[in-house]
C-alpha cells in the first residue's frame, strides 16, 4: 500500500467520533447504557487506528500530505478550502488525542456509571458521550485544520463541548448553580482568548491574503525582514488565544472551576487535549514565531510566570482536583515557555507525556473520588455537606485502593520529574533548552518543578498515606475493571512515556523535523537533571517530614499555615487573582450592565423615549388627528358633500312629475331645440 | 298625378297633420286617444316621405314608408297590450293616474 492511499484515509479520523456523535445523538437512549459508551469508545478506537495508519504512512513519505475535502468559503480574494494537513506534527497530536482519548472513554464507561447513580439521574448517561463524541470531534478538527479558519471551527467546537461538559451537572453545585456559573466562566474567558486568534486571523488575511497555514509561512519565509512586524502582531494575537485555551496569566482563572465537571471530563478535557491547543497551535505557528521580535521574549516570560503561580496555589489547595487543576496550569506553562524560548520539541514533547500522566493522575482521582463516595453510602454517615473530593477527608487508601494507590504514586512522580518516569525527561528537556536561552526562566522554572514535586508529594501522603480521617474514607473499595484497566494502561505510557524523545535517540526530534524545519537537537545536560532530581527528592521529602511523618488530624489546620504566614494566606487565596477581576472586570461589567439596564434603558429608553416620545407623541398626534383633522376637515367635507348630494337631487326631483305628458313635452321641446340648432348653425 | 297638387301642399299637409298628432299626445289624458294622435304623426312623415319620393323620383322614401307603417303595427300592439294591462290593474286608462314615478 502507497502512502497517498493511506493518506487518503485521514477523513475517517474525523468521520468516525462525528459518526458516533450522531449515532448516540439519535439512538443514544433507547440502546443500554454500556452500548452508549462502547459506540463512543468504538468510534474514538477506530479514529487511533486511523491515526496509527497515517503514521505508518509518515513512515513511507514524511513530507506528509494536504487532503483536500471540499471547497469551504469563497469571497472575492479570500479563498479557504476544507483540507486536511497530515505532517509527523498533526499526527504526533493524533495518536495522543485519540490514545488517551480512547481510554479515558472506555473508564468514562465506567465512571459514569456510578456518577449518574450518585448525583440522581441515570437517564443522563447517554448525554455524555454525546458530548464527550462531539468533543473528539472538534478536536480532531482542530488538530488537523491546513489553516487557520479551519482550526478555529475546531478551536470554537473543543471550547463548546467543554463548555457543556463542565456544566454537565448544571443543576447543581454550590446553591444548585455553581456548576453552570463554572461552565459559563469557562466559555466567557475563553471568548476573549478567541477574541486574540479572530484578531490574528484578520491580520494574517489582510496581510498575507491567505489563511493556510503553509501558504502564510512560505509567504512570510519569502518576505524576511519585511514581515517581521506582522509576524510579531500576528504571534501576540495568537499568543493571547492560546493563553485563553491553555489557560494562561492572565486568563487562566476559568481552568479550576472546570473541574466541576466529571473527573473524565476533567482528564480528557482539561489536561490532556484541550488544553494543549494551544502550545499545539504555537508550535504550527513555528515559522512565524521564529520571524517575530517581542512575542517569543513575552510567551517565554509569561509561561513561566503561570509555571510558578500555579505551581504555588496548588501547594495549598485541599480538592484533590484543583491540586491537579493548577498542576496542569502549571505544567502548560512550562510547555508554553518552551514554545517561548524556542525549544518546540520539547513542548510538545512535554505535551504528550503530560497528556500520559495527567490523564492518569485525573483518572485516578476520580477513581479515589467515587470510592470515596462509595464509602459514604457504605458508611452511610449522616455527615452534613460531605465533600468526597476534599484531601482531608481521606487518608490511608493505600490499602484500600491498591491499584489505584500505584498508579497514582507512578504518576505523581512522573509529574515530579523523578527518572525514568516520563515526566524527567520532558521537563528536563525544558530546562536544559532554557539554561541556554534564558536564565531568568530557567531558574524560575526550577522552583515551579520543586514546588510541583512538593504539592505531588503532600497530596499522596494526604490521600493514600496515615489514618482516615473519616468513616467514608475508611470503607473506601477499589473501583471496578473498566476503570482500573485504563488507569493500568497509561501508568505504562507514564512510565516508558520518556521513551518518545529518549536521550541520544530523540526518535521525536527525528520525528518532527518533518515539520518543523531547522530545529536543533536538544542536549542533555547531566548537571541539570542531577540537580532536578536532587531537588524533587528534597521536595518530596520535605512534603514526607510535613505531611508523613505526622499526618495530619482531620480538622486539624495544614501544617505549613503556621510556617509561612502571609505567604500561606496568600497562595490560599489564589494569590486573590479571581478577586482582583472580579473588583476589576465582574463588579465594573455587572454596574455597568447594572447601568445600562435601570437608567439606560429602563429610565432614559423605557420611561422616556419609549413612554414619553413615542407613545405619548403617538397618543397626542392621533388625537390631533382624529379631533381636528378627521372631525374637522374630512369628515366635514364628505357631509358636505352627501348634503349637497342631497339638495341637489330633491332639486332635481321636482321635475319628475311622473305625468307622461311632461315628458313628451320635454322630449319635444328637446327635439325642436336640437333641430332647430341643427338648422340654424 | 294630381294637377295642382305641389311639393308645398303635402308638406303643409303633413306639416299640420304632425302639429294635430303633437298636440293631441301632449294635451290628450286618455291613452287610447294618444295613441291615435301617435298615429297620426307617423302618418304625417309617412306622407312626407312619399311627398318627397315622388318629387325626387326615388323609390326609397316610399320603401321606408313601409317599413314605419310595418314598426307603427308592433308598436301598436304592444301599446294596445300596456293599455290593456294597465286598465286591469288601475281600472282606468286615464295617463294622469300612471304617475309612480314622481319625484
Excluded: C
Excluded at chain 1, 512565524?288 to 513561566?304: K, S, W, Y
Excluded at chain 1, 455527615?383 to 505523581?412: C, H, Q, S
Amino acid at each position: 500500500m502507497t502512502a497517498d492511499t493511506l493518506f487518503s484515509l485521514a477523513p475517517l479520523v474525523i468521520l468516525f467520533p462525528l459518526l458516533g456523535f450522531v449515532f448516540n445523538l439519535v439512538a443514544g437512549r433507547r440502546i443500554s447504557e454500556r452500548g452508549a459508551g462502547i459506540v463512543a469508545s468504538a468510534a474514538v478506537g477506530l479514529a487511533f487506528v486511523i491515526a496509527i495508519l497515517q503514521f505508518v504512512a509518515l513512515g513511507l513519505d514524511p513530507a506528509g500530505a494536504t487532503i483536500h475535502i471540499a471547497e469551504w468559503i469563497a469571497i472575492g480574494e479570500l479563498e479557504v478550502d476544507w483540507a486536511l494537513q497530515i505532517d509527523t506534527l498533526s499526527v504526533t497530536m493524533l495518536l495522543m488525542v485519540t490514545g488517551v482519548g480512547g481510554l479515558i472513554h472506555i473508564y468514562a464507561i465506567g465512571y459514569m456509571h456510578d456518577d449518574v447513580r450518585f448525583q440522581g439521574d441515570p437517564s443522563r448517561f447517554p448525554r455524555f458521550f454525546v458530548y464527550f463524541s462531539l468533543f473528539m470531534t472538534a478536536m480532531l478538527i482542530l488538530v488537523t485544520g491546513n489553516s487557520y479558519l479551519t482550526m478555529f471551527v475546531g478551536w470554537e467546537g473543543v471550547g463548546l463541548s467543554s463548555y457543556l461538559l463542565i456544566s454537565f451537572w448544571y443543576e447543581k453545585g454550590e446553591n444548585g448553580i455553581g456548576n453552570a456559573l463554572a461552565g459559563k466562566k469557562a466559555f466567557i474567558v475563553n471568548r476573549v482568548g478567541d477574541l486574540g486568534f479572530i484578531i490574528a486571523m484578520l491580520i494574517t488575511f489582510w496581510f498575507f491574503g491567505t489563511l493556510t497555514f503553509e501558504e502564510v509561512f512560505s509567504e512570510a519565509e519569502a518576505m524576511g525582514a519585511a514581515a517581521v512586524t506582522a509576524a510579531t502582531a500576528i504571534t501576540l494575537f495568537l499568543f493571547v488565544g492560546a493563553a485563553g485555551k491553555s489557560a494562561q496569566i492572565p486568563l487562566f482563572v476559568w481552568l479550576p472551576d472546570a473541574m466541576a465537571g466529571p473527573t473524565p471530563v476533567s482528564a480528557l478535557i482539561h489536561a490532556a487535549t484541550m488544553v494543549t491547543a494551544g502550545i499545539y497551535m504555537l508550535v504550527r505557528n513555528a515559522p512565524l514565531l521564529e520571524l517575530a521580535t517581542v512575542t517569543p521574549n513575552v510567551i517565554a516570560i509569561v509561561g513561566a510566570a503561570t509555571a510558578l503561580l500555579a505551581a504555588s496555589i496548588a501547594v495549598a489547595r485541599f480538592d484533590i482536583k484543583r491540586v491537579l487543576a493548577y498542576s496542569t496550569i502549571s505544567q502548560l506553562g512550562f510547555m508554553i515557555a518552551a514554545v517561548g524560548i524556542g525549544a518546540y520539541v520539547a513542548a510538545i514533547f512535554h505535551l504528550v507525556a503530560h497528556a500520559f500522566f495527567k490523564a492518569l493522575l485525573f483518572l485516578s482521582a476520580g477513581s479515589v473520588i467515587q470510592g470515596v463516595e462509595h464509602g459514604h453510602h457504605h458508611a452511610d454517615s449522616a455527615e452534613e455537606d460531605f465533600n468526597p473530593n476534599d484531601m482531608r477527608v481521606m487518608g490511608g487508601l493505600r490499602t484500600r485502593m491498591k491499584v489505584t494507590f500505584w498508579v497514582y504514586l507512578i504518576g505523581a512522580l512522573a509529574l515530579a520529574g523523578i527518572p525514568p518516569l516520563a515526566g524527567f525527561f520532558s521537563k528536563d528537556e525544558i530546562l536544559a533548552d532554557a539554561s541556554h536561552v534564558n536564565p531568568a526562566v530557567y531558574w524560575v522554572l526550577v522552583l515551579a518543578a520543586f514546588l510541583t514535586a512538593f504539592y505531588m508529594g503532600r497530596q499522596v501522603l494526604m490521600v493514600f498515606f496515615g489514618k482516615p480521617r473519616s468513616k467514608a474514607a475508611e470503607a473506601t473499595k477499589e473501583s471496578p475493571a473498566t476503570m482500573v484497566a485504563p488507569l493500568v494502561a497509561l501508568a505504562v505510557l507514564a512510565v516508558g512515556g520518556g521513551l518518545i524523545n529518549a536521550p541520544g535517540l530523540l526518535p521525536l526530534t527525528r520525528f518532527l523535523q518533518e515539520t518543523l524545519a531547522g530545529i536543533e537537537e536538544p542536549e542533555f545536560i547531566a548537571a541539570i537533571a542531577i540537580l532536578t532530581t536532587l531537588l524533587a527528592l528534597a521536595s518530596i521529602g520535605l512534603a514526607w517530614l510535613l505531611y508523613g511523618r505526622r499526618p495530619i488530624k482531620s480538622r486539624a489546620p495544614d501544617p505549613l499555615q503556621s510556617r509561612l504566614g502571609p505567604v500561606w494566606i496568600a497562595i490560599r487565596h489564589r494569590w486573590w487573582v479571581d478577586e482582583f477581576y472580579d473588583w476589576l472586570i465582574v463588579r465594573r461589567y455587572v454596574s455597568m450592565a447594572r447601568w445600562l439596564a435601570e437608567v439606560a434603558d429602563e429610565r432614559f429608553l423605557h420611561d422616556w423615549v419609549h413612554d414619553r416620545v413615542i407613545a405619548l407623541g403617538y397618543v397626542r398626534a392621533t388625537h390631533w388627528l382624529a379631533s381636528v383633522l378627521d372631525l374637522r376637515f374630512i369628515d366635514r367635507g364628505f357631509d358636505g358633500l352627501g348634503a349637497l348630494t342631497r339638495r341637489g337631487a330633491s332639486g332635481l326631483g321636482v321635475l319628475q312629475t311622473g305625468y307622461v305628458r311632461n315628458y313628451a313635452a320635454a322630449v319635444f321641446i328637446g327635439l325642436v331645440l336640437v333641430v332647430s340648432y341643427l338648422l340654424l348653425s | 298625378m294630381i294637377p295642382g297638387v305641389s311639393m308645398i301642399h303635402i308638406l303643409i299637409l303633413s306639416g299640420v297633420l304632425f302639429t294635430l298628432g303633437a298636440l293631441g299626445v301632449l294635451i290628450r289624458r286618455n291613452a287610447i286617444v294618444m295613441f291615435m294622435s301617435i298615429e297620426l304623426m307617423l302618418n304625417a312623415a309617412n306622407l312626407a316621405f312619399v311627398g318627397f319620393a315622388r318629387s325626387m323620383g326615388a323609390l326609397s322614401g316610399q320603401v321606408f314608408v313601409f317599413f314605419v307603417i310595418a314598426v307603427a303595427a308592433a308598436e301598436v300592439a304592444i301599446g294596445l297590450a300596456l293599455i290593456v294591462a294597465v286598465y286591469r290593474n288601475r281600472g282606468s286608462i286615464d295617463v294622469d293616474m300612471v304617475s309612480d314615478l314622481k319625484g
